[in-house]
């Protein structure tokens, strides 16, 4: 597709192709992200940041993204200080946002509310997270990560095995992730959740309907071996009907170096959106993994920035204007080093 002035709602706007070429527009991203060039290809346009919702790394990630490229960023959070809570439509907010924006990014607690908000936008919109519903860019930045996890190890995303593990219901990342992997083939998905806390039967039935095999576990032990890749989840708590309700699932599927060793292939790469939920309470993901090199959780992160910078270039159509300055690294002594995964 041509990216120029699109907005990005949902995955399944995405095809293959169109994946390749984000992923191909990030990888040119990388000396920017990493500080050993600077480019002003965007100088004077402005992003609006609009996050409704709880975010730290999403939101940053995003305005990062854009000031790389440089251009600015203008940012709200919070529903209770914006004025959507003085009864104003999403039509009216989208009419007026708009024309002080170039491009906009918006999270927002309603499933839906981020297309209802881009009908009306004169500018692209992103979707930084609609309720439960998607979360496109970050299955993007997953499936770069995994691309570039499995090269390490020699093999491809077509034949990916990947278990799912958590709160499949609610997490929104879970969902455009697994809605991405339709474009790829002979995929097989574990489904590692309680019962309750399944995937919603619209997704699975897409992934089987593109031919994958998807297989369902409520035990953690069998859901997690002969995969390539472990995609644990936090318990969306905010999307349960009462506290007491989350707590009933929180800390059932917890992961740790016993689990792994025990039960995982050497090397099964280790992801989640993050943040994870290190309270004694949940620990789905323990910190005694943090020195496991295949905890690809903060390369996610790294990889988030590219994923952004690419999207940001493409719809606002820069990717072959940007300018290759040699950074001035006065303000730091080395270019920014990002981890790297620990293959050859
Ligand atoms: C996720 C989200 O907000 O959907 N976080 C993120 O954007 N990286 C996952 C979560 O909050 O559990």
């Keep these: 597709m041509n990216f120029v002035g699109k907005h990005i709602l949902s995955v399944a ?32 346009a402005i992003l609006s940041n609009l996050f409704f919702e709880a975010s730290t790394r999403t939101r940053l990630s995003f305005g990062a993204a854009f000031n790389l490229l440089g251009g600015n960023v203008l940012e709200t959070t919070g529903l209770a200080s914006s004025s959507l809570v003085k009864g104003e439509s999403l039509q009216d907010f989208a009419r007026v946002i708009s024309g002080y924006s170039d491009v906009i990014v918006m999270r927002h607690p309603d499933a839906g509310s981020v297309a209802e908000f881009a009908e009306s936008s004169r500018s692209p919109v992103l979707n930084g997270g609609d309720g439960s519903n998607e979360h496109p860019t970050q299955a993007l930045l997953d ?7 499995l ?40 489904m590692v959740s309680p019962p309750d806390l399944r995937a919603p039967e619209r997704v699975i039935a897409e992934l089987q309907e593109a031919g994958h095999e998807v297989r369902d ?13 472990l995609y644990v989840t936090r318990t969306q708590e905010e999307r349960f009907s009462s506290a007491a309700e989350a707590i009933k699932y929180k ?6 170096q016993a689990v792994y060793t025990q039960h995982c292939e050497p090397n099964t790469v280790i992801m989640h959106p993050l ?38 270039a493409l719809i606002l ?27 050859d």
């Design 13 to 44: 706007q995405l095809s293959r192709s169109d994946v390749e070429q984000i992923f191909s527009v990030a990888d040119k991203m990388i000396p920017y992200a990493q500080r050993q060039r600077i480019t002003r290809v965007l100088a004077g």
């Design 217 to 229: 576990f409520d035990q953690l032990e069998l859901g997690i071996q002969a995969v390539d890749v």
């Design 143 to 149: 499936l770069y990560t995994i691309e570039k996890e």
């Design 251 to 256: 800390g059932l599927f917890r992961i740790n």
């Design 151 to 190: 090269n390490y190890r020699r093999k491809s995303l077509d034949g990916l095995r990947i278990a799912v593990v958590g709160d499949l219901k609610y997490g929104r990342a879970v969902h455009s992730l697994l809605k991405l992997l339709k474009v790829f083939h002979n995929i097989t998905v574990h």
């Design 317 to 343: 159509d820069v990717v072959d204007k940007i300018e290759f300055h040699s950074a001035p690294v006065a303000w730091r002594a080395d270019p920014k080093k990002w981890e790297q995964p620990p293959f």
């Design 275 to 312: 943040p994870r939920d290190s309270r004694e309470t949940a620990q789905e993901l323990s910190e005694d993994l943090d020195s496991n090199p295949n905890l690809a959780v903060f390369r996610q992160t790294d990889n988030g920035l590219l994923i952004r910078m690419a999207l940001f």
